[in-house]
């Protein structure tokens, strides 16, 4: 093919310069320069380059190419914590259901009036009452208080987060407002895990009279009312156990970019008990994205291992040997270089022996920035 390109070409300048004789030689020259620059770019576009500076494979590719090529594997290694303590990592790469990889501006969605006003409506359907009537503004606790037909009282306040621009929204049942906090998780249920124990799923419902998937479209709903967004999903259940010993089951919500969920500073939950006919509480912030792009590839998991035993010091000793069974690619909202909220994919380590270890810790963030490399140690999503 290329012997007959050159064919081409040869036979092409020829007649240039048999039929361009008045010409100059620079004109010739010129034309000469244009034909092969034309010729060269025609064989980078059939062998499949593309177009990158200097050729080679877009990001995209490459990352693709990563994530076929690690999903599945294991990775065993020993770390030694600067401060004292060993990471042990025997853990297998999990990449499943993941479309793409990129980096996300974090934007922040605000509670209006009018998404306060659906969300008590999707709470409180009850027909004959109209809840947003019932709800009347307290200008000291800045909240809306209101009283079901039931005769229970219900409190709505919207405050502001520590991330520029966020705010949380909080309705909870008034007289519960301290019951929620500070309780021991006693199970965990990962919502997309078929393995879950029976036991587990026979006391979430005992403890709520629903399945997780239930409480799962209970939460969906909520959210699409206000935001009219279908892209959360619930990413667990705690089943939670309070100081008195009263259970009840706290499902977090998160949004899912590219196959994958988003960890936010305050992620959506819900919290349901038994003895209502909707959830006796829910918080959190909600949020949209805005694509920026990678302009390199990821790292890949080895390279991630590496930047972590390079950066030991930036792991607090908290125990004298941690365990990581489950490395998985994710994104995690953070604050940028510049101060501002944005998405960025991490590779997560994840502590515990087996799955239901790993969900009790899986607020506890030990990851690595897939695009810079720095080492992360976070809790995010507590009460």
Known sequence: MKRKKYAALILVLGMLLAGCGKKDDSEV?????????????????????????????????????ILAACGGTMVTQTIEISVGGVITINAQIDVDGISRVSHYR????????????????????????????????NVERNAWEFVTPRGESWICQVSVSEIPGEQIM????????????????????QIDNEAVEEDT???????????????????????????????????????????GGQRYARAVFKQVLDGMPVTAWHNFSTVTKNSAVFPNRGWGSLFSSEEIGLDKPILTPEEAVAAMQEQTDSIPHQEEQILITKISLEYLAVISSAGEPEIVPIWRFWPGADEAERCRSCERILAVNAVNGEVIWEERGTF
Not at 218 to 228: E, H
Request: with cysteine; proline share 3%; hydrophobic share 35%.
């Open 170 to 189: 909080n309705l909870e049942k008034a007289e519960e407002r301290e019951n929620n906090t500070g309780e021991s998780i006693f199970a965990a249920v």
């Open 29 to 65: 020259r010129q034309n000469s320069e244009v034909l092969q620059d034309s010729m060269v770019q025609n064989d980078f576009v059939e062998e499949g380059f593309s177009g990158q500076e200097g050729g080679g494979e877009s990001v995209d590719q490459k990352n693709s190419e």
């Open 106 to 137: 974090y934007v922040p969605l605000p509670f209006t009036d009018e998404s306060r006003k659906a969300l008590l409506r999707d709470w409180f359907p009850a027909e004959g009452w109209d809840v947003n009537k019932a709800a009347l503004y």
């Open 201 to 243: 799923l026979l006391l979430l419902m005992e403890i709520t009279g629903c399945t997780p998937g239930e409480i799962e479209q209970i939460g969906k709903k909520t959210i699409k009312a206000v935001t009219d967004m279908d892209t959360y999903s619930c990413n667990y259940i705690h089943i939670c156990e309070e100081s």
